[in-house]
């Protein structure tokens, strides 16, 4: 069946650097979503890409559609302590419509 | 502008026990979801109804079931709780097909 896979599964960041986490689906898919989770608390939808090769900014965080529509990835530049959670891809998933698949997300730990 | 609101936020239960999660969304969005959250694999759907009156199965549904009461409300139910289904539950709700989800707070369910 379909997988949305995330890597990496954890991610330490020093405070100021950046970093990338990848998203990877096993089938082509018609558009990505990404949502962060803060600790304690729920996802949150961040940001939905559907061309192939789009690309997004929010402030830091840059996120990308590959050209082949099979992956993504989410870039943040200089990490800041409100960028720590887990951040989760999800894609449409194949055996119906309007459902997502989830990837099993990268949590973003940053040390001051 | 509560959005998507779940109850109870925590709950304790013994093993054979049953209980409902009560879900409401006042965005009058078409579609609800019921997901499980455990460490290191994401977010898994149980349940979700594309609209009032209908509901399908996700990825894990053995041992729950549903009721889509209205368009407001979704209901998951535990007839006789496991450990196994020890785990925190979120509801969410999209207005349609592809759009973002809205996720409640959750439910973390601890069953000894």
């Known amino acids: 069946g379909q997988q949305v896979m995330q890597i990496p599964q954890y991610q330490h960041v020093q405070e100021g650097e950046d970093f990338t986490t990848y998203c990877n689906s096993s089938?082509?898919?018609?558009?990505i979503q990404w949502y962060k989770q803060r600790p304690g608390g729920h996802p949150v939808f961040l940001i939905q890409?559907?061309?192939?090769?789009e690309v997004k900014k929010q402030k830091r965080l840059t996120f990308q559609f590959g050209e082949a529509k099979k992956n993504s990835s989410l870039h943040i530049t200089a990490t800041q302590t409100t960028d720590v959670g887990t951040y989760f891809c999800?894609?449409?998933?194949?055996?119906?419509?309007?459902?997502?698949?989830f990837g099993a997300g990268t949590q973003v730990v940053v040390t001051p | 502008n509560a959005g998507v609101t779940q109850t109870p936020k925590f709950q304790v239960l013994k093993t054979g026990q049953s209980m409902t999660l009560q879900c409401a969304q006042d965005m009058n969005h078409n579609s609800m979801y019921w997901y499980r959250q455990d460490p290191g694999m994401g977010l898994r759907l149980i349940y979700y109804s594309a609209s009032e009156g209908t509901t399908d199965k996700g990825e894990v549904p053995n041992g729950y079931n549903v009721s889509r009461l209205n368009k407001r409300e979704f209901s998951l139910r535990l007839e006789s709780a496991a450990p196994s289904q020890t785990s925190v539950y979120f509801c969410a709700s999209q207005t349609a097909d592809n759009s973002p989800l809205h996720f409640g707070n959750g439910t973390r369910l601890t069953v000894t």
């Open positions: 999800a894609g449409p998933s194949t055996d119906s419509w309007g459902k997502f698949q």
């Open positions: 089938t082509t898919l018609s558009n």
């Open positions: 890409l559907v061309k192939s090769g």
